[in-house]
């Protein structure tokens, strides 16, 4: 959501819209570019740098480990979480347009 926050000041609100009404927009853009990056880049965080950004209560709840990620191992476990992070992303991605107009 930072990112969508940040650039409210450089793009600033159309007229007749307040900054209050275009954070909402704003942070759900932000959180779906966020997430969309994360799911990208999670075979090369884990290899790469040794890191995993997913949320660690949806990794518990789908039955995922640290460890599965960084040995590549994928199971319907795994392939359960990624679609469930994609649907959150589209989610936040949904709520975002709104904003535009508010531009």
């Known amino acids: 959501g930072t990112l969508g926050l940040m650039s409210m000041p450089v793009f600033g609100c159309a007229p007749g819209y307040t900054e209050a009404e275009a954070k909402e927009p704003a942070l759900s853009l932000g959180v779906a570019f966020q ?33 599965q990620i960084f040995a590549r191992r994928v199971d319907d476990n795994y392939v359960a979480l990624m679609k469930y992070q994609i649907e959150r992303a589209r989610m936040y991605y949904d709520r975002a347009p709104r904003g535009v107009p508010m531009l």
């Open 35 to 67: 997430l969309t990056n994360i799911l990208r880049d999670v075979g090369e965080d884990a290899v790469k740098r040794g890191r995993v950004y997913l949320p660690r209560e949806d990794m518990e709840k789908f039955g995922v480990t640290e460890e």
